[in-house]
C-alpha cells in the first residue's frame, strides 16, 4: 500500500497552511503582549519584592513626574541604588533595590522562555495535526 497526498493538498498549500497558521499564532501571542505588557511588569515586580509607593510630599509628586512611565529605571540617592517603574495610570511607583531588579529580571527571563516553550508546542501540534489529516486521520477531539 502506498501512502499519496491528497491531491486537495499539495505540498505548496500545505506550506502556505502551516506558514499562516504559524503568522497567526505569532501575531496573537505579540498582541496578547501588548494587551497586558504593562500589568504583567507590575505583576512580576510585585513578585520580585518591589514595593507599591504613592507620592505623598510634594518632592516626591515632582520627583514621579519626571519619571518616564512604564519603564524600569536606575536611580542612585545618597550612594544608594534602586530602581522605580512609574505606573501612571494606577499613579504608583514601584521600588526596589539591586535584590528585588535581579530577581526581577530572573522572573522575565523564565516568563519568556515559558512563552517561547508554549509557542513552540503549539507550532508542534498543529504541524502533526495538520500532518495526519492528510492521511485521513479525522480530528475526533479538537
Avoid at 499613579?91 to 512563552?115: D, I, S
Wanted: with cysteine.
Amino acid at each position: 500500500m502506498q501512502l499519496t497526498q491528497p491531491t486537495h493538498l499539495t505540498k505548496s498549500k500545505t506550506s502556505i497552511i502551516l506558514l499562516s497558521l504559524a503568522s497567526g499564532i505569532v501575531l496573537f501571542a505579540f498582541g496578547g503582549c501588548a494587551s497586558v505588557g504593562s500589568t504583567n511588569t507590575e505583576s512580576l515586580l510585585s513578585a520580585a519584592g518591589f514595593v507599591v509607593r504613592t507620592p505623598q510630599t510634594d518632592r516626591q509628586k515632582q520627583i514621579y513626574a519626571a519619571l518616564p512611565a512604564y519603564k524600569v529605571e536606575r536611580a542612585t540617592v545618597k550612594d544608594k541604588v534602586f530602581y522605580v517603574y512609574k505606573d501612571e495610570k494606577a499613579g504608583v511607583a514601584y521600588v526596589g533595590h539591586e535584590p528585588e531588579y535581579q530577581r526581577y529580571k530572573q522572573l522575565a527571563v523564565q516568563q519568556q522562555t515559558a512563552q517561547e516553550q508554549y509557542m513552540a508546542a503549539e507550532l508542534d501540534r498543529e504541524a502533526a495535526l495538520n500532518f495526519y489529516s492528510g492521511f485521513g486521520v479525522t480530528r475526533m477531539w479538537w
